[in-house]
């Protein structure tokens, strides 16, 4: 049960780190015009970490209870996927309005999967929410920092 629970953390936590050196040399966050709600950069890196390691306990909860079927694992790695597509449009692309397009698709997917956990169990899907609520956030100012900044 323990290697179930550290896989389901590692692997958001682990590409969600390759991610961040892939896309770190094109991060122009301090150079761009921000909205007055954006949080200083450092605190980025620490929601993320806390938030893919929530993604995993979840995920983890289903896994470790036979509680998966191919429509969960589907919508799980299709939500990462998509997830972590955003901040190389972001940043490595500077394609500011397509990555707030890409947010409000992950913020779709996030629900479907949130809904989904939940029917399985209700802590898998509870422990997303800190997710949706930081997405919806992240796509705030993505908006602000695209209309900012055209």
Not at 82 to 92: A, C, E, G
Request: charge should be positive.
């Amino acid at each position: 049960m323990i290697k179930t629970y550290l896989k389901s953390i590692l692997i958001p936590v682990l590409i969600g780190t390759l991610v961040g050196i892939i896309v770190s040399n094109y991060m122009d966050y301090n150079s761009l015009i921000r909205p007055v709600i954006s949080p200083p950069a450092i605190i980025f890196p620490i929601v993320w970490t806390i938030l893919y390691i929530l993604m995993g306990v979840s995920y983890g909860i289903l896994k470790s209870n036979s509680l998966l079927t191919e429509k969960e694992k589907n919508i799980y790695y299709l939500q990462l996927f998509v997830n972590y597509l955003w901040p190389i449009f972001f940043f490595v692309f500077d394609w500011r309005l397509f990555s707030f397009l890409w947010i409000l698709l992950l913020i779709v997917l996030v629900v479907i999967m949130i809904k989904e956990f939940y029917e399985k169990n209700k802590t898998a899907g509870l422990l997303q929410i800190p997710y949706l609520l930081w997405l919806v956030f992240a796509a705030v100012l993505n908006f602000s920092v695209y209309w900012l900044n055209r």
